[in-house]
DNA sequence: CCATTAACCGACTGGAGTGTCGGTTACGAG
DNA sequence: CTCGTAACCGACACTCCAGTCGGTTAATGG
């Protein structure tokens, strides 16, 4: 509201853009189905057939913003991280690069990583081809620390550790967002000491 | 289909249960909005009208249904932890617990930790209530462990970690679903791997 | 065999929401 | 200044679905 409202006409590209915010923001807070276009249309200045002068439809809109989101987090992730360095410090850097877009854009985590309701054979699609590229990638980065676990990581059973380290990780960020006043830092912290560490933190004399 | 269709009245109580039944199937199938009565109505060898007999609300069903299958999976998993065991047993028991329910009763699982897309305040509330116990009662259960890395387990560092816990593992069912060859034995151990041992597998010579 | 109960159904109402279409007007180019 | 493009809007058509109601008939206890 306080951020500039002319109320004036737009050209195409930027009201497109503010189309896309709304979508995400709406989309995020109440899934695929319970959105009305009328709300993204008046979330963003405007009225729904505006939306369909962009847009051929709920779907593609839908389509188009996970995309987009998708690209803003594999973006924000790969500009943080060395490809370098111990694999301790290489995880750790991944993973507080993860809560930081997970804090910059709430929104953009929730959409992409809440499991919502859509049985829409396309959209189930693109969201299963995001999460298989996000998997793989994943994969490769520890392919060094699986190796020495003596897993393979084509294998399925590496894929399998993977998915579990996104699923917690993210299932970690969805906490942080009920309980924002713990600092980033401590997230990252308690996430490897799970991952790393694991919970038997064995027979050793405490490292203090 | 072929399972006994006589096709012929049936007491009331029974009626109820095949509801129950068809809805859960339904609902996790395609979600709480993308729902329709009628879909549940003919899945239970009935009309609409006959859901309103037993459920004054589609809401009131799906919360129903939810809590009910809750209460199958604090069943299942209660029924066979011990109390007693080694710190890593009872992981490894609890684990194999959950993902022989997740086997057992797939679409229940869907329906307790999938769905986000319910905006109904009524909803949310039994969802979080039912999150919230489960939870509180991992962190009981771990609460040795968790002292032992040095967390209050009443602590909110704790509380993350434990929900981290929860959703890899349900990550991993997930998983599971979509390649359901794999032995339930070698999810536990691939879960063991990475929650217990870590990824780190220290300077340890292998344990065998 | 009869009567009462309760399981079951069809049809209707009202509301909500997607996608369409023709018209209106701001705005920038010439 | 004018004129055409493109941003914008209101209204409509159509579909789908939750919830209601009054009637029908199978089952059961007497």
Redesign the interface.
């Known amino acids: 509201m306080a951020t500039s409202e002319p109320k004036k006409r737009m050209p195409g590209t930027a009201r497109r853009a503010r189309i896309i915010e709304a979508a995400l923001d709406v989309f995020a807070?109440?899934?695929?189905?319970?959105t009305a276009m009328e709300e993204i249309a008046s979330a963003a200045g405007v009225t729904r057939s505006v939306l369909y002068d962009h847009f051929p439809s709920k779907r593609v809109l839908l389509i188009t913003v996970l995309q987009e989101q998708n690209a803003g987090l594999v973006a924000h992730v790969g500009a943080r991280i060395t490809g370098s360095g111990s694999?301790?410090r290489r995880?750790r850097a991944t993973l507080d690069a993860y809560f930081s877009f997970a804090q910059d854009r709430p929104a953009a985590r929730?959409l992409l990583f809440?499991?919502?309701?859509?049985?829409d054979p396309e959209i189930k699609a693109v969201r299963w081809g995001i999460r298989e590229a996000r998997t793989r990638s994943v994969a490769v980065m520890?392919g060094r620390?699986l190796r020495?676990?003596?897993l393979d990581p084509d294998s399925?059973?590496a894929?399998?550790?993977v998915?579990?380290?996104?699923?917690?990780?993210?299932?970690?960020a969805?906490?942080?967002e009920r309980?924002p006043s713990?600092p980033r830092d401590?997230?990252v912290?308690?996430?490897m000491?799970?991952?790393?560490?694991?919970?038997?933190?064995?027979p050793e004399p405490?490292a203090h």
């Not at 809440?114 to 049985?119: A, G, M």
């Not at 000491?193 to 064995?202: D, I, P, Q």
């Open positions: 807070a109440r899934g695929y189905h319970a694999p301790g995880l929730r809440d499991h919502t309701d859509e049985d520890l620390d020495r676990l003596g399925e059973v894929q399998a550790v998915e579990l380290l996104i699923s917690g990780t993210d299932g970690l969805q906490w942080w309980h713990v401590r997230l912290e308690a996430a000491l799970v991952l790393w560490n694991g919970l038997s933190t064995l405490e």
